[in-house]
Nanobody, 126 residues
Framework: QVRLLESGGGLVQAGGSLRLSCAAS????????MGWFRQAPGKEREFVAV????????YYTDSAKGRFTIARDDAKNTIYLQMNSLKPEDAAVYYC???????????????????WGQGTQVTVST
């Protein structure tokens, strides 16, 4: 069972940037679509971004488009989420996840995902 560990969260002022990392261990994520969800207090978990196994396809929730960039480095078994122009509404616990398959549909709307991380807190101050 692959294990995922997020890092890079923290406190940032509105308009600032953070880069989240998600390192996989116990297996490769080379053939898996990977992505990020987030959950704010009192709200449901929501999809943020996904990247296909090849890195050739990325997809973002509307609120992240133009501000967030997802990337993967399979040599390091790691994915990243670069978050720029952060807003207070971006504050949440961010979770990394691995799909069973390699494509976007295997991630978004899938009944279950292969693995989840423990989450990293992102706080955005005004």
């Amino acid at each position: 069972q692959v294990r995922l560990l997020e890092s890079g969260g923290g406190l940032v002022q509105a308009g600032g940037s953070l880069r989240l990392s998600c390192a996989a261990s116990g297996g490769t994520i080379r053939t898996n679509a990977m992505g990020w969800f987030r959950q704010a207090p009192g709200k449901e978990r929501e999809f943020v971004a996904v990247i296909s196994w090849s890195g050739g396809t990325t997809y973002y929730t509307d609120s992240a488009k133009g501000r967030f960039t997802i990337a993967r480095d399979d040599a390091k078994n790691t994915i990243y989420l670069q978050m720029n122009s952060l807003k207070p509404e971006d504050a949440a616990v961010y979770y990394c996840a691995a799909a069973e398959g390699g494509s976007k549909p295997d991630f978004i709307g899938a009944p279950s995902l292969r693995s989840w991380g423990q989450g990293t807190q992102v706080t955005v101050s005004t």
